[in-house]
């Protein structure tokens, strides 16, 4: 039986981790760290495991004490100095169809900053973005936003390009624990930018399948 909540975990419960399918499918015993409806963090409690076993976007399974497994998808790990694994809902960060025509790759939450302008205020903070398309990304952000807010993205590009500024709207905000994990679509993006965009989604795709780069 599989289930893509994890509201029934619980804080300190054990579980098992399963990557891969069939028979290259291998378990990890882990301990949840902390839970919540739309994600999950878990501590591993094994040696340490190649990057590219745990490499962000990836799909795995965690099966709890009740044998149910719940897909989820890999949205980073740390180590501090334990393995940390944070789990999160499978391809949320696609608002509508038409951006499943591009590939998204994982971003190791990159740093960068946001602006929000409107009649009634203007502010600039720092994100994090876990992953891009050539149609939007996700992001990691200290506040919550407003669904339909317009906000001004500094998105740095690949090859040493200087880093462009882009237009997006807000499509769907959730709480992950003490920030909020935020979809986000690009809007009025020049040909030539977007070209950019994906070139630079398209290079790290390539580095991680071919010499493990990030």
């Known amino acids: 039986m599989r289930d893509?909540?994890?509201?029934?975990?619980?804080?300190?419960e054990s579980v098992s981790l399963v990557i891969g399918e069939g028979r290259e499918a291998a378990g990890f015993a882990?301990?949840?760290?902390?839970?919540g409806?739309?994600?999950?963090?878990?501590?591993?409690?094994?040696?340490?495991?190649?990057?590219?076993?745990?490499?962000p976007s990836r799909v795995v399974s965690v099966i709890?004490?009740?044998?149910?497994m719940h897909t989820a998808q890999i949205l980073w790990t740390e180590s501090t100095p334990e393995l940390v694994v944070m789990l999160g809902q499978v391809d949320a960060g696609t608002p509508d169809g038409n951006q499943r025509q591009y590939?998204?790759?994982?971003?190791?939450?990159?740093?960068t900053h946001t602006s929000i302008i409107s009649a009634r205020s203007a502010a600039r903070f720092r994100v994090h973005v876990v992953d891009l398309s050539g149609g939007g990304a996700r992001l990691l952000s200290p506040r919550a936003l407003l669904i339909d807010t317009s906000l001004s993205l500094t998105l740095p590009m690949s090859e040493g390009r200087d880093a462009i500024?882009?237009?997006?709207?807000?499509?769907?905000?959730?709480?992950?624990y003490q920030s909020w994990l935020t979809g986000i679509h690009f809007e009025g993006v020049a040909p030539?930018?977007?070209?950019?965009?994906t070139r630079t989604v398209f290079l790290r795709r390539w580095k991680r399948a071919n010499v493990g780069g990030s």
Do not use: C, Y
């Open 30 to 35: 882990a301990v949840v760290a902390s839970t």
């Open 165 to 176: 500024n882009v237009r997006a709207q807000v499509m769907w905000v959730r709480r992950l």
């Open 103 to 111: 590939r998204r790759v994982a971003m190791q939450l990159l740093p």
């Open 37 to 55: 409806r739309d994600g999950i963090e878990l501590v591993l409690k094994v040696a340490p495991i190649r990057a590219t076993t745990l490499a």
């Open 192 to 197: 030539s930018e977007r070209d950019l965009i």
């Open 64 to 68: 709890g004490p009740d044998r149910v």
């Open 4 to 12: 893509h909540g994890f509201g029934r975990f619980q804080t300190g």
